[in-house]
T-cell receptor, first 116, second 112 residues
């Protein structure tokens, strides 16, 4: 069954701390995509990253980095030196290729609060 | 490049009334999605269009929800009659063949 689990409901950190958001997924497909989206208070979901199941290379983009491990079905997201502007709800999502749809299966989200 | 446009941003209606939401996707995007996001949850797909055709509407409550996409561009999602549990944010998204959906700001619906 398709499922995305974000066990951390809410995380609070002080500015400049590093923070890791966890994501665990379940799928029977061998070909799939994993995503992270950011949802600020304005409500719009902002795309952050997409990885396909054949590319396990970790990725770094500025203060953001992602660790994809197929062995543990995890796709974790780390923010280095967090800033107040990082405060938002972050969603991990899964898209499977075997179905006739590329719909996104979302986790329940992790609310990150960064305090000055 | 203009993003996904949605209107209205907010809507308050009484239960059993009807309501409609409008979405204009990014130009050239063939795929359009409507997601429902209930407070505290992740978005859930209601319906997916590929051009004019419906690809997936398995989670659309068809007794009260309907959606159409005219000429493969704009889309309208309608609820009739609304129930209290329909209170949510309705997100429209669009994508090209590469699975990377771009979302609008959503319509926050409150049913009282």
């Amino acid at each position: 069954a398709q499922k995305v689990t974000q066990a951390q409901t809410e995380i609070s950190v002080v500015e400049k701390e590093d923070v890791t958001l966890d994501c665990v997924y379940e799928t029977r497909d061998t070909t799939y995509y994993l995503f992270w989206y950011k949802q600020p208070p304005s409500g719009e979901l902002v795309f952050l990253i997409r990885r396909n199941s054949f590319d396990e290379q970790n990725e770094i983009s500025g203060r953001y980095s992602w660790n994809f491990q197929k062995s543990t079905s995890s796709f974790n997201f780390t923010i280095t030196a967090s800033q107040v502007v990082d405060s938002a709800v972050y969603f991990c999502a899964l898209s499977e290729e075997s179905y006739n749809t590329d719909k996104l299966i979302f986790g329940t989200g992790t609310r990150l609060q960064v305090f000055p | 490049e203009a993003g996904v446009a949605q209107s209205p941003r907010y809507k308050i209606i009484e239960k059993r009334q009807s309501v409609a939401f409008w979405c204009n996707p990014i130009s050239g995007h063939a795929t359009l999605y409507w997601y429902q996001q209930i407070l505290g949850q992740g978005p859930k797909l209601l319906i997916q269009f590929q051009n004019n055709g419906v690809v997936d509407d398995s989670q659309l409550p068809k007794d009260r929800f309907s959606a159409e996409r005219l000429k493969g561009v704009d889309s309208t999602l309608k609820i009739q009659p609304a129930k209290l549990e329909d209170s949510a944010v309705y997100l429209c998204a669009s994508s090209q063949p590469i699975p990377e959906a771009f979302f609008g700001q959503g319509t926050r619906l409150t049913v009282v």
